[in-house]
């Protein structure tokens, strides 16, 4: 089996900085994208960063320029650098990966969730 552990989330004043960590563990044969997903109170999961096994990136529009994806392939770990925070970035955050088992099959993971709340 596979488990993707989310960390890093907390509680900052607007206009302050965290860290997301998401490591992917177990019988992993390799790994294909990696991203980030958001979900606010009320509101429909959106994905946040994306990047790919060879490291192209993508953002939702609302958070280029503040948030920077990364990943550690060695340590099957992915990043999410969010800089500048806002209010309106307060949500659960959710790890998402796609991964080929060692028994060859591929599955789509999330990881249980992290709460990021930006409020002074």
């Known amino acids: 089996q596979v488990q993707l552990v989310e960390s890093g989330g907390g509680l900052v004043q607007p206009g302050g900085s965290l860290r997301l960590s998401c490591a992917a563990s177990?019988?992993?044969?390799?790994?294909?994208?990696m991203g980030w997903y958001r979900q606010a109170p009320g509101k429909q999961r959106e994905l946040v960063a994306a990047i790919t096994s060879g490291g192209s990136t993508r953002y939702a529009d609302s958070v280029k320029g503040r948030f920077t994806i990364s990943r550690d392939n060695a340590k099957n770990t992915v990043y999410l650098q969010m800089n500048s925070l806002k209010p309106e970035d307060t949500a659960v955050y959710y790890c998402?990966?796609?991964?080929?088992?060692?028994?060859?099959?591929?599955?789509?993971?999330w990881g249980q969730g992290t709460q990021v709340t930006i409020s002074s």
């Open positions: 177990g019988s992993i044969f390799s790994i294909n994208a």
């Open positions: 998402n990966a796609g991964i080929q088992m060692l028994n060859m099959r591929y599955n789509d993971y």
